[in-house]
Protein backbone atom coordinates (compact mmCIF):
# COMPACT_ATOMS: atom_id res chain seq x y z
CA UNK A 1 0.00 0.00 0.00
CA UNK A 2 1.13 4.17 -0.22
CA UNK A 3 3.19 4.14 3.21
CA UNK A 4 2.50 8.27 2.58
CA UNK A 5 -0.50 7.84 2.25
CA UNK A 6 -1.67 9.60 5.53
CA UNK A 7 0.82 12.39 4.58
CA UNK A 8 -1.25 12.99 1.70
CA UNK A 9 -4.34 13.33 3.26
CA UNK A 10 -2.97 15.92 5.76
CA UNK A 11 -2.27 17.60 2.60
CA UNK A 12 -5.65 17.30 1.34
CA UNK A 13 -7.38 18.57 4.54
CA UNK A 14 -4.97 21.84 4.33
CA UNK A 15 -6.20 21.85 0.79
CA UNK A 16 -9.92 21.84 1.50
CA UNK A 17 -9.40 24.31 4.03
CA UNK A 18 -7.93 26.75 1.38
CA UNK A 19 -10.81 26.07 -0.71
CA UNK A 20 -13.57 27.25 1.82
CA UNK A 21 -15.46 30.51 2.40
CA UNK A 22 -13.70 32.29 4.71
CA UNK A 23 -16.32 32.44 6.99
CA UNK A 24 -16.69 28.68 7.13
CA UNK A 25 -12.73 28.10 6.98
CA UNK A 26 -12.72 27.59 10.61
CA UNK A 27 -13.91 23.61 10.77
CA UNK A 28 -12.04 22.10 13.75
CA UNK A 29 -13.02 18.62 12.26
CA UNK A 30 -10.54 19.73 9.51
CA UNK A 31 -7.66 21.05 11.76
CA UNK A 32 -8.66 17.55 14.04
CA UNK A 33 -8.29 15.24 11.17
CA UNK A 34 -5.33 17.14 9.56
CA UNK A 35 -3.08 17.04 12.91
CA UNK A 36 -3.59 12.82 13.06
CA UNK A 37 -2.85 12.77 9.47
CA UNK A 38 0.61 13.94 10.31
CA UNK A 39 0.73 12.15 13.86
CA UNK A 40 0.57 9.18 11.91
CA UNK A 41 2.72 9.58 9.12
CA UNK A 42 5.74 10.47 11.68
CA UNK A 43 5.16 6.91 12.94
CA UNK A 44 6.18 5.54 9.59
CA UNK A 45 9.36 3.18 9.15
CA UNK A 46 10.01 5.38 6.01
CA UNK A 47 10.31 8.83 7.90
CA UNK A 48 11.95 7.22 11.36
CA UNK A 49 14.44 4.80 9.34
CA UNK A 50 16.22 8.52 8.03
CA UNK A 51 16.69 6.39 4.49
CA UNK A 52 15.90 9.45 3.07
CA UNK A 53 17.85 12.88 3.25
CA UNK A 54 15.65 15.45 5.24
CA UNK A 55 12.27 13.80 5.00
CA UNK A 56 11.00 14.13 9.02
CA UNK A 57 12.40 17.87 8.27
CA UNK A 58 9.81 18.45 5.12
CA UNK A 59 7.48 17.06 6.85
CA UNK A 60 7.21 19.10 10.06
CA UNK A 61 8.07 21.63 8.07
CA UNK A 62 4.59 21.20 5.84
CA UNK A 63 2.98 20.64 9.12
CA UNK A 64 3.82 23.85 10.62
CA UNK A 65 2.42 25.57 6.96
CA UNK A 66 -0.72 23.60 7.63
CA UNK A 67 -1.02 24.82 10.76
CA UNK A 68 -0.47 28.79 10.15
CA UNK A 69 -3.29 28.25 7.43
CA UNK A 70 -5.54 27.15 10.16
CA UNK A 71 -4.50 30.17 12.18
CA UNK A 72 -2.73 28.02 14.62
CA UNK A 73 0.27 30.07 15.36
CA UNK A 74 1.62 28.17 18.52
CA UNK A 75 1.29 24.72 16.51
CA UNK A 76 3.28 26.32 13.34
CA UNK A 77 5.80 27.42 16.06
CA UNK A 78 6.31 23.89 17.54
CA UNK A 79 6.46 22.60 13.69
CA UNK A 80 9.05 25.01 12.34
CA UNK A 81 11.46 24.79 15.62
CA UNK A 82 11.01 20.74 14.79
CA UNK A 83 11.69 21.13 11.56
CA UNK A 84 15.17 23.02 11.97
CA UNK A 85 16.33 20.71 14.56
CA UNK A 86 15.55 17.74 12.29
CA UNK A 87 17.32 19.32 9.33
CA UNK A 88 20.66 20.94 11.34
CA UNK A 89 20.07 24.72 10.47
CA UNK A 90 21.57 26.52 12.91
CA UNK A 91 20.09 30.45 12.92
CA UNK A 92 20.68 33.38 15.22
CA UNK A 93 20.20 36.86 15.07
CA UNK A 94 23.00 39.61 15.12
CA UNK A 95 23.84 42.83 13.99
CA UNK A 96 26.01 43.76 11.27
CA UNK A 97 27.88 47.38 10.27
CA UNK A 98 26.44 48.41 7.06
CA UNK A 99 24.90 51.39 5.13
CA UNK A 100 21.75 51.54 4.14
CA UNK A 101 21.12 54.93 1.95
CA UNK A 102 23.81 55.89 -0.86
CA UNK A 103 24.56 59.07 0.85
CA UNK A 104 25.17 57.55 4.54
CA UNK A 105 29.12 58.10 5.47
CA UNK A 106 29.20 56.39 8.93
CA UNK A 107 28.11 52.19 8.98
CA UNK A 108 25.45 51.79 11.31
CA UNK A 109 24.66 48.59 13.04
CA UNK A 110 22.09 46.76 10.70
CA UNK A 111 20.12 43.66 11.81
CA UNK A 112 21.04 40.09 9.87
CA UNK A 113 19.79 36.31 10.20
CA UNK A 114 23.11 34.31 10.30
CA UNK A 115 21.77 30.78 9.42
CA UNK A 116 24.21 28.06 7.92
CA UNK A 117 22.77 24.56 7.00
CA UNK A 118 24.76 21.55 8.47
CA UNK A 119 25.70 20.69 5.03
CA UNK A 120 26.86 24.24 4.08
CA UNK A 121 29.76 24.23 1.76
CA UNK A 122 31.75 27.59 1.18
CA UNK A 123 33.11 28.40 -1.85
CA UNK A 124 36.04 30.35 -1.61
CA UNK A 125 36.09 31.13 -4.43
CA UNK A 126 33.58 33.17 -4.61
CA UNK A 127 33.79 37.16 -3.13
CA UNK A 128 30.69 39.35 -1.69
CA UNK A 129 29.84 41.30 -4.54
CA UNK A 130 29.76 45.35 -4.05
CA UNK A 131 26.51 47.10 -3.87
CA UNK A 132 24.66 47.09 -7.08
CA UNK A 133 23.84 50.86 -6.93
CA UNK A 134 27.93 51.86 -7.07
CA UNK A 135 28.23 49.60 -9.42
CA UNK A 136 25.24 51.11 -11.82
CA UNK A 137 26.32 54.66 -11.27
CA UNK A 138 30.10 53.70 -12.60
CA UNK A 139 28.84 52.18 -15.56
CA UNK A 140 30.35 48.73 -15.29
CA UNK A 141 27.02 46.32 -15.03
CA UNK A 142 29.01 43.29 -13.27
CA UNK A 143 26.01 40.47 -13.78
CA UNK A 144 25.73 38.35 -10.88
CA UNK A 145 25.88 34.56 -11.15
CA UNK A 146 22.17 34.21 -9.77
CA UNK A 147 20.88 37.38 -12.31
CA UNK A 148 20.03 37.14 -16.19
CA UNK A 149 20.32 40.38 -17.55
CA UNK A 150 18.01 41.38 -20.70
CA UNK A 151 19.72 42.00 -23.97
CA UNK A 152 19.58 45.84 -23.57
CA UNK A 153 18.64 45.22 -27.56
CA UNK A 154 15.84 43.22 -26.76
CA UNK A 155 12.43 45.16 -27.16
CA UNK A 156 11.57 43.46 -22.91
CA UNK A 157 14.19 45.86 -22.13
CA UNK A 158 12.36 48.99 -22.28
CA UNK A 159 9.95 47.31 -19.50
CA UNK A 160 9.77 47.17 -15.26
CA UNK A 161 11.34 44.88 -14.42
CA UNK A 162 14.34 43.87 -16.77
CA UNK A 163 16.37 41.81 -14.30
CA UNK A 164 15.32 38.13 -13.95
CA UNK A 165 16.55 35.85 -11.21
CA UNK A 166 15.75 32.34 -11.87
CA UNK A 167 12.96 33.66 -14.53
CA UNK A 168 11.56 35.82 -12.15
CA UNK A 169 11.19 39.58 -13.40
CA UNK A 170 12.53 41.56 -10.37
CA UNK A 171 12.04 45.21 -9.83
CA UNK A 172 15.38 47.50 -8.67
CA UNK A 173 14.23 50.84 -7.19
CA UNK A 174 16.21 52.70 -9.70
CA UNK A 175 13.84 51.80 -12.68
CA UNK A 176 11.06 53.61 -10.65
CA UNK A 177 13.04 56.29 -9.15
CA UNK A 178 16.43 57.53 -10.61
CA UNK A 179 16.89 59.58 -7.46
CA UNK A 180 15.80 56.87 -4.70
CA UNK A 181 18.21 57.31 -1.56
CA UNK A 182 17.90 53.66 -0.47
CA UNK A 183 20.20 51.15 -1.62
CA UNK A 184 18.77 47.55 -3.45
CA UNK A 185 20.21 46.23 -0.25
CA UNK A 186 22.64 47.15 2.54
CA UNK A 187 26.60 47.39 1.91
CA UNK A 188 28.25 46.02 4.78
CA UNK A 189 32.07 46.64 5.69
CA UNK A 190 34.38 44.70 4.14
CA UNK A 191 35.35 42.82 7.32
CA UNK A 192 31.46 41.93 7.91
CA UNK A 193 30.65 40.80 4.36
CA UNK A 194 33.57 38.08 4.59
CA UNK A 195 31.91 36.83 7.70
CA UNK A 196 28.61 36.87 6.45
CA UNK A 197 30.10 35.16 3.35
CA UNK A 198 31.53 32.46 5.38
CA UNK A 199 28.07 31.26 6.40
CA UNK A 200 27.78 29.83 2.98
CA UNK A 201 24.56 28.60 1.05
CA UNK A 202 21.84 27.01 2.71
CA UNK A 203 20.18 24.13 0.82
CA UNK A 204 16.53 24.36 -0.44
CA UNK A 205 15.05 23.26 2.51
CA UNK A 206 16.88 25.16 4.97
CA UNK A 207 15.51 28.24 2.86
CA UNK A 208 11.93 27.00 2.91
CA UNK A 209 12.70 26.79 6.93
CA UNK A 210 13.94 30.26 7.50
CA UNK A 211 10.83 31.20 5.18
CA UNK A 212 9.26 28.95 8.01
CA UNK A 213 10.24 31.24 11.02
CA UNK A 214 10.14 34.05 9.27
CA UNK A 215 6.18 33.47 9.24
CA UNK A 216 6.09 32.51 12.95
CA UNK A 217 7.53 35.96 13.72
CA UNK A 218 4.94 37.40 12.12
CA UNK A 219 2.41 35.35 13.93
CA UNK A 220 4.57 36.45 17.11
CA UNK A 221 4.40 39.68 17.42
CA UNK A 222 2.36 42.43 16.46
CA UNK A 223 3.37 44.13 12.91
CA UNK A 224 5.13 47.15 13.82
CA UNK A 225 8.92 48.35 12.83
CA UNK A 226 10.48 45.99 14.99
CA UNK A 227 9.10 42.97 13.98
CA UNK A 228 9.13 44.35 9.91
CA UNK A 229 12.82 44.25 10.57
CA UNK A 230 13.34 41.26 11.85
CA UNK A 231 11.05 39.62 9.46
CA UNK A 232 13.44 41.57 6.35
CA UNK A 233 16.33 39.85 7.68
CA UNK A 234 14.75 36.23 7.36
CA UNK A 235 13.99 37.03 4.03
CA UNK A 236 17.22 38.38 2.99
CA UNK A 237 19.24 35.63 4.26
CA UNK A 238 16.71 33.48 1.37
CA UNK A 239 17.37 35.72 -0.85
CA UNK A 240 21.09 36.34 -0.71
CA UNK A 241 21.69 32.72 -2.91
CA UNK A 242 18.53 31.85 -5.25
CA UNK A 243 18.35 28.43 -5.74
CA UNK A 244 14.03 27.41 -6.85
CA UNK A 245 11.80 29.38 -8.33
CA UNK A 246 9.17 28.83 -5.54
CA UNK A 247 10.86 29.58 -2.32
CA UNK A 248 12.32 32.98 -4.12
CA UNK A 249 9.19 33.71 -5.08
CA UNK A 250 7.69 33.28 -1.74
CA UNK A 251 10.28 35.42 -0.26
CA UNK A 252 9.44 38.33 -3.02
CA UNK A 253 6.01 38.03 -1.86
CA UNK A 254 6.84 38.26 1.88
CA UNK A 255 9.33 41.30 0.98
CA UNK A 256 6.89 43.18 -1.38
CA UNK A 257 4.44 42.91 1.71
CA UNK A 258 6.56 44.26 4.25
CA UNK A 259 8.11 46.90 1.89
CA UNK A 260 4.25 48.55 0.81
CA UNK A 261 4.18 49.92 4.48
CA UNK A 262 7.27 52.04 3.92
CA UNK A 263 6.52 55.56 1.39
CA UNK A 264 9.76 55.21 -0.39
CA UNK A 265 9.25 51.32 -1.69
CA UNK A 266 5.53 51.18 -1.71
CA UNK A 267 5.36 51.68 -5.26
CA UNK A 268 8.29 48.75 -6.12
CA UNK A 269 6.05 46.62 -3.64
CA UNK A 270 2.88 46.93 -5.71
CA UNK A 271 4.50 46.26 -9.43
CA UNK A 272 6.28 43.04 -7.62
CA UNK A 273 3.27 41.52 -6.33
CA UNK A 274 1.86 41.86 -10.05
CA UNK A 275 4.55 40.23 -11.59
CA UNK A 276 3.87 37.78 -9.29
CA UNK A 277 0.49 36.74 -10.14
CA UNK A 278 1.24 37.75 -13.79
CA UNK A 279 4.02 34.64 -13.54
CA UNK A 280 1.30 32.58 -12.48
CA UNK A 281 -0.86 32.59 -15.70
CA UNK A 282 0.16 31.80 -19.30
CA UNK A 283 -1.94 35.24 -20.55
CA UNK A 284 -0.17 38.26 -21.72
CA UNK A 285 0.04 41.18 -19.72
CA UNK A 286 1.89 44.94 -19.72
CA UNK A 287 4.07 43.38 -17.14
CA UNK A 288 4.65 40.15 -19.19
CA UNK A 289 4.33 41.15 -22.98
CA UNK A 290 6.17 38.56 -24.48
CA UNK A 291 4.95 34.80 -25.19
CA UNK A 292 9.46 33.89 -25.02
CA UNK A 293 8.66 35.14 -21.54
CA UNK A 294 5.72 32.62 -21.01
CA UNK A 295 7.50 30.19 -22.40
CA UNK A 296 10.95 30.56 -19.96
CA UNK A 297 8.96 30.21 -16.67
CA UNK A 298 9.80 27.84 -14.69
CA UNK A 299 8.52 24.06 -15.35
CA UNK A 300 6.04 22.56 -13.37
CA UNK A 301 7.93 19.85 -11.14
CA UNK A 302 10.07 23.04 -10.09
CA UNK A 303 6.99 25.00 -9.20
CA UNK A 304 5.38 22.37 -7.16
CA UNK A 305 8.92 20.57 -5.98
CA UNK A 306 8.26 23.30 -2.32
CA UNK A 307 4.61 24.17 -2.57
CA UNK A 308 3.03 23.00 0.19
CA UNK A 309 6.13 23.34 2.43
CA UNK A 310 5.99 27.30 1.70
CA UNK A 311 3.49 30.21 2.93
CA UNK A 312 2.38 30.65 -0.68
CA UNK A 313 -1.22 31.93 -1.39
CA UNK A 314 -3.11 30.22 -3.82
CA UNK A 315 -3.52 32.22 -7.07
CA UNK A 316 -7.28 34.09 -5.51
CA UNK A 317 -6.04 35.01 -2.36
CA UNK A 318 -2.84 36.88 -3.41
CA UNK A 319 -4.69 38.81 -6.74
CA UNK A 320 -6.87 39.49 -3.06
CA UNK A 321 -3.70 40.52 -1.19
CA UNK A 322 -2.99 42.79 -5.20
CA UNK A 323 -6.75 44.59 -4.87
CA UNK A 324 -6.52 45.60 -1.79
CA UNK A 325 -3.25 47.34 -1.99
CA UNK A 326 -4.45 49.05 -4.91
CA UNK A 327 -7.40 49.77 -3.46
CA UNK A 328 -5.57 51.50 -0.64
CA UNK A 329 -3.09 53.64 -3.18
CA UNK A 330 -6.60 55.17 -4.81
CA UNK A 331 -5.97 52.34 -7.73
CA UNK A 332 -9.80 51.64 -7.54
CA UNK A 333 -10.64 50.45 -11.44
CA UNK A 334 -7.75 47.99 -11.54
CA UNK A 335 -8.72 46.92 -7.92
CA UNK A 336 -12.44 46.43 -8.86
CA UNK A 337 -11.31 44.20 -11.91
CA UNK A 338 -9.17 41.97 -10.42
CA UNK A 339 -12.18 41.41 -7.21
CA UNK A 340 -14.20 40.56 -10.13
CA UNK A 341 -12.40 38.44 -12.08
CA UNK A 342 -12.03 35.88 -8.73
CA UNK A 343 -15.78 36.73 -7.61
CA UNK A 344 -14.33 38.50 -4.60
CA UNK A 345 -17.61 40.66 -4.78
CA UNK A 346 -17.57 42.22 -0.99
CA UNK A 347 -14.12 43.88 -1.49
CA UNK A 348 -15.88 44.78 -5.25
CA UNK A 349 -18.43 46.84 -2.98
CA UNK A 350 -16.02 48.20 -1.45
CA UNK A 351 -14.28 50.00 -4.75
CA UNK A 352 -17.44 51.20 -5.88
CA UNK A 353 -17.69 52.66 -2.72
CA UNK A 354 -14.28 53.95 -3.18
CA UNK A 355 -15.71 54.81 -6.75
CA UNK A 356 -18.67 56.48 -6.04
CA UNK A 357 -20.88 54.18 -8.03
CA UNK A 358 -23.54 53.87 -5.26
CA UNK A 359 -26.39 52.32 -7.54
CA UNK A 360 -24.01 49.61 -8.94
CA UNK A 361 -22.73 48.83 -5.58
CA UNK A 362 -26.77 48.85 -4.13
CA UNK A 363 -27.37 46.31 -7.43
CA UNK A 364 -24.31 43.98 -6.74
CA UNK A 365 -25.15 43.67 -2.62
CA UNK A 366 -28.97 42.66 -3.52
CA UNK A 367 -27.64 40.15 -6.03
CA UNK A 368 -25.13 38.63 -3.46
CA UNK A 369 -27.82 39.32 -0.46
CA UNK A 370 -29.89 36.49 -2.90
CA UNK A 371 -27.44 33.63 -3.51
CA UNK A 372 -24.98 34.14 -1.05
CA UNK A 373 -25.58 36.60 2.22
CA UNK A 374 -22.57 37.37 4.75
CA UNK A 375 -23.09 39.40 8.01
CA UNK A 376 -20.61 41.93 6.06
CA UNK A 377 -22.94 42.34 2.90
CA UNK A 378 -25.35 43.26 5.56
CA UNK A 379 -23.44 46.24 6.74
CA UNK A 380 -22.68 47.18 3.76
CA UNK A 381 -25.74 47.55 2.18
CA UNK A 382 -26.77 49.30 5.73
CA UNK A 383 -23.82 51.87 4.55
CA UNK A 384 -25.08 52.08 1.33
CA UNK A 385 -29.12 52.87 2.06
CA UNK A 386 -28.38 54.64 5.82
CA UNK A 387 -30.69 52.53 6.98
CA UNK A 388 -30.41 51.10 10.23
CA UNK A 389 -32.62 47.97 10.23
CA UNK A 390 -29.63 46.41 7.94
CA UNK A 391 -27.17 46.34 11.22
CA UNK A 392 -29.74 44.77 13.17
CA UNK A 393 -29.98 42.08 10.47
CA UNK A 394 -26.32 41.63 10.04
CA UNK A 395 -26.25 41.29 14.09
CA UNK A 396 -29.08 38.91 13.91
CA UNK A 397 -27.24 36.58 11.04
CA UNK A 398 -24.08 36.37 12.86
CA UNK A 399 -25.61 35.22 15.90
CA UNK A 400 -24.52 38.14 17.42
CA UNK A 401 -21.25 37.71 17.32
CA UNK A 402 -20.09 39.80 14.55
CA UNK A 403 -18.85 43.45 16.07
CA UNK A 404 -18.71 45.34 13.03
CA UNK A 405 -22.22 45.22 12.52
CA UNK A 406 -23.07 46.13 16.50
CA UNK A 407 -20.44 48.92 15.77
CA UNK A 408 -22.02 50.88 13.02
CA UNK A 409 -25.10 50.60 14.60
CA UNK A 410 -24.16 52.22 17.26
CA UNK A 411 -22.79 55.17 15.58
CA UNK A 412 -25.70 54.89 13.05
CA UNK A 413 -28.22 55.53 16.15
CA UNK A 414 -25.41 58.48 17.31
CA UNK A 415 -25.49 59.77 14.31
CA UNK A 416 -29.79 60.04 14.07
CA UNK A 417 -29.52 61.66 18.14
CA UNK A 418 -30.97 58.19 19.42
CA UNK A 419 -27.92 58.68 22.29
CA UNK A 420 -29.84 56.11 24.65
CA UNK A 421 -30.06 52.92 21.91
CA UNK A 422 -25.81 54.07 20.62
Known sequence: HLQTAN?????????????????????PSLKLEMDQCFEKTLKNKIVLSGQYKNLEARLYLEWGICCHKFDDPEGAKRSF?????????????SGALGKRTKFQTESKSQLVLLAKSSTTKVDTNESPSDDEDDVVENGDLEKDTNDEELDPNDPEASMVGKTKVLGIRTIRLKELDEYTPLREKIKFTDDEADALERKGRLSEIDQAIVLGLCVDVKNSYAMENLTAEEMSAYVQRVMQHPQNWMIYSTALFLKSNLEYEST???????????????????????LQATAKEIEDSAPVFERMKWLRGLAWPALWNLKRHLALKYLSMGVVKSALQICEEVFLWEEAVDCLLAMGAKARAIKLVNERLEISPTSNLYCQMGILTQEIDWFEKAWEFSGRRYSRAKRLWARASFELGDYKSS
Open 81 to 93: QKAREASGLEVSL
Open 264 to 286: KTKDRAVLQMQLLVDQQSDRLTP
Open 7 to 27: WWASRSSCCHHETMERHKAND
